[in-house]
């Protein structure tokens, strides 16, 4: 068997004249966990659509397990080659049990194509414990915690190409994890991770693409780093430290985003007090926080802190307990939120965020849409694009027209646009849950000094996240959960 689980030899692919990978050679050895690192838009996205099939190259080839991938492929031929992907969304069907999500596809049947479902518990059982999982089958995955979920994801990943230690034999294959720990609280990627490393040590190959540069110098065996659309390092990991890694991703060095000075705050306005508000977590809740000031909220993943934003903002109704903006009192719904100068970015920018199949100018606009429309209920395209270039303009948002999807732009740039269509809006009070979660360090930095400019402007800011280093960096103040 040959030791590479895959092996990209000097692909290039291109869209519309702009190249997204230039002739990018790269090797995964079976048993290794190989990271992928690079900024939003460097061409990783590209990189595995072509490993999945979905993109043909413009020249060069894929080998993997030794098998070179022709194109077009499909997913049935990738999986008899021994690959397997999870994909940031991680496509689990939350209705249903997690035996029907892992055995789909796959479930025995008898002579009478009737399910032997006392067999596929059996079998679910054993996977589940050959990765450390004491879960029960017929559990609804509704019902599993985000890294509960992570880790089912995983375990559908590895389960065609990992044999098990009781198999006395190399499992071999190739892994691609896409993000697995994206909104993952610390405590919880190491658990992953003990799972990942488990399983690559018995011959599987792990294609690691992750934002986090700590995670490779942690768990990872190599490291290639990836930058407009060029292979710039390829190398065993103990050769880098974060700073090292952190210049080969944004191609200079990077100084990590610091407390700047503490304010002033002695005679500052209240702007929004918050009284007894309660939901399914969060218990009578009460806090102030004053004009011009960020405030954090965190804590350990289900303490409460990540459903402060949606009860602010009335997304999700609290079950008790009000809201006062400049002094006038109100039960927060969507509607009134916005009437008192409230906007809300969700931390889930693909399903409550952007509208993927909408051009970025329409996303960008879409806040103050009914300001846009003329007399004749025509929509003024001038006043539009003035201000689509504007927020463009002003976050560092580069495209080539704002008329191209939403979906086609970055995870980083999709971020900035909607925190910019909504800051251009003109809230007093910007509401964000894990507003840095997700994307590459030039961009977290970039999102980082949106808020703060914000801020330094007479905005209020309030955000949850469980990036720690982010909440110790940009809050003025900081509220800490518990069990709600």
Not at 235 to 264: F, T, W
Request: hydrophobic letters at 40%; charged letters at 20%; one cysteine or more.
């Amino acid at each position: 068997m040959s030791k590479f689980a895959l092996a990209v030899e000097g692909v290039t692919k291109t869209f519309g004249g702009t190249a997204a990978l230039q002739d990018v050679s790269l090797q995964v050895e079976l048993g290794e966990v190989h990271a992928l690192l690079g900024h939003n838009g460097s061409g990783k996205s590209t990189l595995i659509k072509v490993i999945s099939g979905y993109h043909r190259p413009d020249c060069g080839k894929v080998e993997v397990n030794s098998h070179e991938i022709h194109y077009p492929t499909s997913a049935l031929m990738l999986k008899d080659y021994g690959v397997s992907f999870m994909h940031q969304d991680i496509g689990l069907v939350p209705t249903l049990s997690i035996l029907e999500n892992l055995r789909i596809g796959r479930l025995e049947t008898g002579a009478l194509k009737n399910i032997r479902w006392g067999q596929e518990r059996r079998t679910v059982r054993r996977l589940l414990s050959s990765f450390g999982l004491d879960l029960s089958p017929d559990t609804p995955v509704s019902r599993l915690s985000a890294a509960e979920r992570s880790l089912i994801g995983v375990v559908r990943a590895f389960q065609d190409v990992y044999r098990g230690e009781s198999s006395g034999s190399e499992s071999g294959g190739l892994v691609v994890l896409d993000e697995p720990t994206a909104a993952l609280p610390e405590e919880e990627k190491r658990r992953l991770f003990d799972v990942i490393k488990q399983v690559a040590k018995h011959g599987v190959g792990v294609l690691l693409v992750t934002h986090h540069l700590e995670e490779p110098l942690q768990f990872a065996d190599r490291v290639s780093v990836l930058r407009d659309g060029k292979l710039v390092a390829s190398d065993d990991i103990r050769a880098h430290c974060y700073d090292s890694l952190a210049e080969l991703v944004v191609g200079h060095s990077v100084v990590k985003s610091s407390k700047v000075g503490e304010k002033d705050f002695s005679g500052t306005e209240e702007i929004i007090s918050v009284k007894d508000l309660s939901g399914r977590i969060v218990k009578s809740a009460s806090f102030s926080v004053l004009r011009g000031e960020i405030l954090g909220l965190t804590g350990l993943m289900g303490a409460g802190h990540e459903e402060l934003p949606f009860l602010l903002y009335g997304a999700q109704r609290p079950d008790s307990g009000s809201v006062s903006v400049r002094g006038k009192t109100f039960v927060p719904d969507p509607i009134r939120a916005r009437l008192n100068g409230l906007a809300f970015v969700s931390g889930d920018r693909i399903r409550a965020g952007g509208v993927l199949s909408a051009s970025v100018s329409e996303n960008v606009t879409l806040p103050v849409l009914g300001t846009l429309v003329g007399k004749m209920h025509w929509l003024r395209s001038r006043d539009e694009a003035s201000i689509v270039q504007s927020v463009l303009n002003q976050f560092r948002i580069r495209l080539s027209s704002p008329h191209l999807p939403f979906s086609a732009l970055s995870g980083g740039s999709q971020q900035k646009a909607l925190i910019g269509r909504w800051i251009g809006s003109g809230p007093q009070i910007l509401l964000l849950q894990e507003p840095t979660a997700g994307v590459d360090i030039g961009a977290s930095q970039d999102i980082i000094a949106i808020l703060r400019d914000f801020a330094a402007r007479g905005g209020t800011v309030i955000f949850s996240s469980e990036q720690y280093e982010d909440v110790a960096s940009l809050s003025d103040r900081v509220l800490v959960f518990r069990d709600g």
